[in-house]
């Protein structure tokens, strides 16, 4: 098992609310990752509570969403904690929400929620039908993708030293 996963979730039918995907396709097309066998990627599209074994054995868990926030189109926004729980428990962009929303309970209910979890996203304009995203979200992707992935190097960085 693979210390850190880097989980996308959302909908690609419906525009920006598929931005998690999009973060995953790209990653994997682009990008370098810190150690190959220390992250995992994983479109997790709109699958939910089928999620739930792959928080199990993890020290952290980056998820990438659309989030609703009631900013700007294309703020970009980065939260963990209880802010992530009231995320999901007020805003329904999609039902893959309430399944991740009941897959982070079960995780923490079960004893087996990762130390770190944070929730990466970017705020959408629209959640229309459509394969594309919106050019204000599309426009902050690799700024998204930039922070996601310090953030990831920076933890594993830390681990390493303190595991020395």
Do not use: C, W
């Not at 992250?39 to 609703?68: H, K, N, S």
């Not at 904690?81 to 929303?101: C, F, M, P, T, W």
């Amino acid at each position: 098992m693979k210390k850190v996963l880097i989980l996308g979730v959302g909908n690609i039918l419906l525009k920006d609310e598929g931005l998690g995907v999009r973060v995953v396709e790209k990653i994997i097309s682009e990008h370098l990752l810190p150690d190959d066998d220390d992250v995992e990627v994983l479109d997790g599209g709109t699958l939910g509570l089928t999620l739930l074994p792959y928080m199990e054995g993890r020290e952290a868990v980056f998820i990438v969403d659309a989030i609703d926030s009631g900013a700007k189109p294309g703020n970009i926004l980065r939260l963990e904690g209880d802010d992530i729980d009231e995320v999901y428990n007020s805003q329904k962009l999609s039902a893959h929400q309430i399944g991740l929303r009941e897959v982070l309970s079960l995780s923490r209910f079960q004893g087996y929620l990762p130390r770190t979890v944070r929730l990466f996203g970017i705020q959408p304009q629209t959640v229309d039908v459509g394969l594309d995203l919106s050019e204000p979200v599309a426009a902050r992707l690799d700024e998204l993708i930039k922070m996601l992935l310090e953030e990831v190097k920076g933890l594993l960085k830390t681990a390493r030293v303190r595991h020395a």
